[in-house]
């Protein structure tokens, strides 16, 4: 097995490990099983339970694909500890990187509209134009996104120039969308908090 398969299989056993640890916390039970058996038990269970001749984890892949580095990474910080997830940006500069980055990008990106012309998603296969924006944002963002997130985009960096994904595109490196529309939801979450107060 190469490493872009061993990264799909395991990424989807960490997103549903992620997904009983926060089924666990909104019960109240986080407390009621080790944290190791939270991790080590889904994620087996996926990787090993077989349906039909394929293990779970390959169904999984199939239905929702492979997350990026940054989501698991994000995962894997949920799951060491939810508190070690790294902060979103101040809600003023969440809600601006939701209208004029995040929502563009979800769009370009993954719904493409017929009234585009270009295809941004074809950029990544020539990464020097993402990796320039993606530089730049970090300069303009290091102060107030924090280290973990460049931290995070860094880790991406390094996994895509190692081949570690199935994609030869850097934006599924970077972003997918579960980690757009989540970036989204707390950006208007941070709008609408500003609105109420």
């Given at each position: 097995m190469n490493v872009p398969a061993m990264y799909g299989l395991v990424a989807q056993g960490v997103i549903v490990a992620a997904l009983v640890r926060a089924l666990r916390l909104s019960l109240g039970r986080a407390s009621a099983a080790p944290r190791a058996a939270e991790l080590w038990l889904p994620l087996l269970l996926v990787l090993l339970a077989p349906v039909e001749g394929v293990s779970l984890a390959g169904h999984l892949r199939g239905l929702w694909g492979d997350p990026s580095v940054v989501s698991l990474g994000a995962l894997l910080l949920f799951l060491r500890r939810p508190a070690a997830l790294p902060a979103w940006?101040?809600?003023?500069?969440?809600?601006?990187?939701?209208?004029?980055?995040?929502?563009?990008?979800?769009?370009?990106?993954?719904?493409?509209?017929?009234?585009?012309?270009?295809d941004l998603y074809a950029l990544g296969l020539e990464p020097w134009p993402v990796l320039a924006?993606?530089?730049?944002?970090?300069?303009?963002?290091?102060?107030?996104?924090?280290?973990?997130?460049?931290?995070?985009?860094?880790?991406?960096?390094?996994?895509?120039?190692?081949?570690?994904?199935?994609?030869?595109?850097?934006?599924d490196y970077l972003v997918d969308p579960v980690l757009l529309l989540a970036i989204a939801f707390a950006g208007f979450t941070g709008i609408w908090t500003s609105l109420h107060r």
């Open positions: 940006p101040h809600r003023y500069t969440c809600a601006l990187l939701t209208l004029l980055v995040t929502l563009p990008l979800h769009f370009t990106l993954f719904l493409p509209m017929p009234m585009v012309t270009w924006a993606v530089a730049m944002a970090a300069i303009m963002l290091r102060h107030r996104a924090g280290g973990p997130w460049t931290a995070l985009v860094g880790m991406a960096l390094l996994a895509y120039a190692l081949g570690v994904m199935e994609s030869d595109n850097l934006w």
